[in-house]
């Protein structure tokens, strides 16, 4: 009832920048939570950025300073505009959208996109 598609993902060399979208569709009332997480081969699944319907950010440290997570709400979309990427932040990047109010739903719904490939060459 509620997809979510990511885009933005490529090859970038060190230093450069990516800016990640997510939209999410369906009878949607509301998102509470939208958010970013990565994983990376051999390495666990990680929560990389999150923010709420009123604004609020979470960042991870290892990326503090360098993405900015950012969200339309009257969209239900999400982005991460990712600057000063190195190669340790190569990785299957995975939007993340919960609390999301469908119409007709009696309890509301987490929903995980397909993911998106970002790969930084050194």
């Known amino acids: 009832q509620v997809q979510l598609v990511e885009s933005g993902g490529g090859l970038v060399q060190a230093g450069g920048s990516l800016r990640l979208s997510c939209a999410a569709s369906g009878t949607i009332i509301s998102i509470g939570i939208m958010g970013w997480y990565r994983q990376a081969p051999g390495k666990q699944r990680e929560l990389v950025a999150r923010?709420?319907?009123?604004?609020?950010?979470n960042y991870s440290d290892s990326v503090k300073g360098r993405f900015t997570i950012s969200r339309d709400n009257a969209k239900n979309t999400v982005y991460l505009q990712m600057n000063s990427l190195n190669p340790e932040d190569t990785a299957v990047y995975y939007c993340n959208a919960d609390l999301i109010f469908v119409r007709g739903a009696l309890a509301p719904r987490n929903s995980w996109g397909q993911g998106t490939q970002v790969t930084v060459s050194s």
């Open positions: 923010i709420s319907s009123g604004g609020i950010t």
